[in-house]
């Protein structure tokens, strides 16, 4: 059943060729799998934080549909890590708990989107394909500029160049490089 609620999905447009769902709930996975690959995508599959970060790196994907709630480290965390790495890439991150606060930490760890499961399949194709779009639009500079005063820079003391949101100022990460602690600064 899980595979015909994703059979109307149409293709998401040149953005977003290979897709990396990242899910431990292996029925679902597979029928999303089934349903994206039947639309000409390609798609790989990963069922927690480590196989999720190898796919990342390996294969490069276009996009990713990250599930929250995952064994060992959450999606939330997940996602922070992939943006750290490369924040070209889309994230959508989807959940069965569907509360403000989720959608509050998804947007500060950088998630692209947020939807919550079950979803309808034409919404799931909205989504991705509005957030495809728009990322694409700002990878070619056809979004407007939005001020960089909201961004914080600094270096890890590996020498690795870090740039972050302001929300996440004061706050301990991952160095993306060394995978070491570093705090983001207060100030800059």
Not at 129 to 157: M, S, T, Y
Request: hydrophobic share 35%; with cysteine; glycine share 6%.
């Amino acid at each position: 059943m899980q595979s015909d609620a994703y059979s109307h999905l149409s293709a998401v447009g040149v953005n977003a060729h290979h897709l990396l769902i990242v899910d431990d709930d292996q029925d679902a996975a597979n029928a999303l799998r089934a349903s994206l690959e039947a639309l000409g995508h390609r798609v790989t599959l990963a069922k927690d934080g480590g196989q999720a970060h190898s796919a990342f790196q390996m294969r490069k994907p276009d996009f990713v549909i990250l599930d929250v709630i995952l064994p060992g480290e959450s999606g939330f965390e997940i996602c922070e890590h992939m943006k750290q790495i490369n924040d070209s890439i889309p994230i959508l991150l989807y959940s069965e708990i569907d509360m403000d606060d989720a959608r509050n930490l998804a947007e500060r760890v950088g998630a692209d989107g947020f939807v919550s499961k079950p979803c309808e399949p034409s919404e799931l194709k909205r989504v991705i394909e509005d957030i495809a779009e728009r990322n694409w639009q700002k990878q070619h500079d056809l979004l407007p500029k939005q001020q960089e005063e909201g961004a914080v820079k600094f270096h890890c003391d590996c020498g690795t160049r870090i740039k972050v949101k302001s929300v996440h100022r004061g706050r301990t990460m991952t160095c993306p490089s060394c995978q070491q602690p570093v705090v983001v600064p207060r100030y800059n």
